[in-house]
């Protein structure tokens, strides 16, 4: 496992770095990519650190489907009406380069999308 105290996301939960947020609760942030890909790119994280997709357990299941149904509003209100991807990069052989849990949302014309998009 990675350490938290140095993870840049959780430094964005605690405030301590400045964010474009979509939307946060209680559980979740959700907040504009910095190099985004396409003409809609967020990323949505739990608040509560999880280095990866790899390590989520049966304790994780309630912020994963949070996260599965939140993003399909998300995206709609991001213009996103003809459709999404959502992408969660895993470890360091699936390209993941934040080790805090995060799923990308990329959507817009797709002739727009900066190739490749994953």
Known sequence: MKSQDNCVFCK???????????????DLLAFHDIHPKAPVHFLVIPKSHVD????????????????????????????????FRTVINTGTDGG?????????????PRDQWQSPAF
């Open 96 to 108: 993941q380069e934040v080790f805090h849990l995060h799923l990308h949302v990329l959507g817009g």
């Open 52 to 83: 990866s997709l790899a390590e989520c357990g049966p304790g994780d299941a309630g912020v994963l489907a949070r996260i599965m149904l939140k993003v399909p509003e998300l995206a709609r209100l991001a213009g996103c009406s003809n459709g």
């Open 12 to 26: 964005i939960v605690a405030g301590q770095i400045p964010s474009n947020k979509v939307y946060e609760d209680d």
